[in-house]
């Protein structure tokens, strides 16, 4: 796989994802390159959006105290750690939720579409963010439209990945999926914070 093929797979992407899924999965890229590749752009999408917000002074009002409040912004590092372990759990759900419903997918194949899902999407987003700037209107029409588009994109990439020929199926995969990385993280913040608490009492 090189520069002169990621053009055409991005392209076809956009405009057809079952195609691009099944072209995927035709690479046959190993696991560990593929983990690898998860984390890297896990990471510098993290620190890119933590770099957004702190490029300048936060709104007012009720959505600038939230944007000062978010691990993005006060903590780069952390929210880095954080969006890495969100990625790598989601991986693992939309695996198990799809083999609990008779995918066939292997959990190579959901880390390739995954993965690669995840490097368009940072492109894409980058891309309207820079409009943004130039043009602020279109910032908010640009990501609803991305939504939409990432939403028909990732279910036509499950059901093929998990050879469903069904995307409803694959559409409750990835919604039971979400709400078991949502749930999942929040267990693990809350024995982080936990652990946290208690190690601050006992120094105390």
Same mark, same amino acid.
């Given at each position: 796989? %090189?520069?002169?093929?990621?053009?055409?797979?991005?392209?076809?992407?956009?405009?057809? #994802?079952?195609?691009?899924?099944?072209?995927?999965?035709?690479?046959?890229?190993?696991?560990?390159?593929?983990?690898?590749?998860?984390?890297?752009?896990?990471?510098?999408?993290?620190?890119?959006?933590?770099?957004?917000?702190?490029?300048?002074? #936060?709104?007012?009002?009720?959505?600038?105290?939230?944007?000062?409040?978010? #691990?993005?912004?006060?903590? #780069?590092?952390? =929210?880095?750690?954080?969006?890495?372990?969100?990625?790598?759990? $989601?991986?693992?759900?939309?695996?198990?939720?799809?083999?609990?419903?008779?995918?066939?997918?292997?959990?190579?194949?959901?880390?390739?579409?995954?993965?690669?899902?995840?490097?368009? $999407?940072?492109?894409?987003?980058?891309?309207?963010?820079?409009?943004?700037?130039?043009?602020?209107?279109?910032?908010?029409?640009?990501?609803?439209?991305? =939504?939409?588009?990432?939403?028909?994109?990732?279910?036509?990439?499950?059901?093929?990945?998990?050879?469903?020929?069904?995307?409803?199926?694959?559409?409750?995969?990835?919604?039971?999926?979400?709400?078991?990385?949502?749930?999942?993280?929040?267990?693990?913040?809350?024995?982080?914070?936990?652990? =946290?608490?208690?190690?601050?009492?006992?120094? %105390?």
């Amino acid at each position: 796989m %090189n520069t002169a093929s990621l053009k055409p797979l991005f392209i076809t992407t956009l405009q057809k #994802p079952r195609e691009a899924a099944a072209q995927v999965l035709g690479l046959q890229l190993p696991s560990q390159a593929l983990w690898i590749a998860l984390s890297l752009v896990s990471v510098v999408t993290s620190l890119t959006v933590a770099a957004m917000l702190q490029a300048g002074p #936060p709104p007012t009002g009720d959505l600038g105290a939230l944007i000062q409040a978010s #691990p993005a912004y006060t903590s #780069p590092l952390i =929210f880095a750690i954080m969006q890495w372990g969100r990625a790598v759990l $989601s991986v693992f759900m939309l695996f198990w939720v799809g083999k609990s419903l008779g995918g066939r997918g292997e959990l190579v194949d959901i880390l390739g579409v995954v993965t690669w899902l995840q490097v368009v $999407s940072f492109v894409l987003v980058a891309a309207l963010s820079l409009v943004g700037v130039l043009i602020p209107f279109l910032s908010s029409l640009g990501m609803l439209v991305f =939504f939409v588009w990432w939403v028909w994109a990732i279910v036509a990439f499950l059901d093929v990945a998990h050879q469903f020929e069904n995307p409803f199926k694959a559409l409750v995969v990835l919604v039971a999926s979400i709400i078991g990385v949502l749930v999942g993280l929040s267990i693990i913040m809350g024995v982080i914070g936990g652990l =946290f608490m208690g190690s601050q009492v006992g120094v %105390n």
